[in-house]
């Protein structure tokens, strides 16, 4: 297993649109390794493969954040469609590893059904709801591109995404 690098704000390959797993490889696998061991160190309580810049509709998710935390449920979501979302809203105050040391509340569907194929490539059907709800919603908006600022005001964004563009240039310079 191996630590990738978790890309951040203004790289543009985060609003790319992530291609379907067409078969569960041996490269798939080292890949939702990788994204565990990843998610784990960061800490984060879900990962979008995008995040690690790989382009495919993978998720890895463990909303117990820590692995030696008790209750600690590693899962995998490949090619995850909602299927269907409640009316009942609900919100939590968000966070994105791609966005570190931001946090603000965004309101989504409180339940989400969703199918999803696991590593031995079958599929399931899923009801969500609580923080589970939240984070699937959040990575699936990564595998299209959307990022949670993106729910903000126009101002609220724009100001976000000026901060980690100046950060940015900083570091470059
Ligand atoms: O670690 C994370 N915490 C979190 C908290 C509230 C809503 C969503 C999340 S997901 C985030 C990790 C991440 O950026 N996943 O894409
Ligand atoms: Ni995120």
């Not at 998710?61 to 609900?90: C, H, Q, W, Y």
């Not at 603000?104 to 199918?115: I, K, L, N, S, W």
């Amino acid at each position: 297993m191996a630590i990738r690098e978790i890309i951040v704000l203004p790289d543009k390959q985060l609003r790319l649109v992530s291609k379907p797993i067409e078969s569960v490889t041996a490269e798939v696998r080292k890949l939702a390794d990788d994204m565990f061991e990843t998610m784990y160190d960061a800490p984060g309580i879900g990962l979008a493969a995008i995040q690690v810049a790989v382009p495919l509709r993978l998720i890895t998710m463990d909303l117990a954040k820590k692995e030696d935390e008790t209750g600690a449920k590693p899962r995998v979501f490949i090619n995850p469609e909602i299927l269907s979302s409640s009316e009942e809203l609900s919100v939590y105050e968000e966070g994105c590893l791609s966005i570190p040391e931001y946090y603000e509340e965004v309101e989504r569907p409180a339940q989400v059904r969703f199918r999803f194929m696991d590593l031995d490539g079958k599929v399931h059907e899923e009801d969500a709801d609580g923080l589970f709800a939240t984070c699937i919603q959040h990575e699936i908006d990564h595998l299209n591109g959307v990022l949670f600022v993106d729910y903000l005001s126009k101002l609220k964004r724009d100001r976000v995404l000026k901060k980690f563009t100046k950060q940015a240039k900083r570091a470059g310079e």
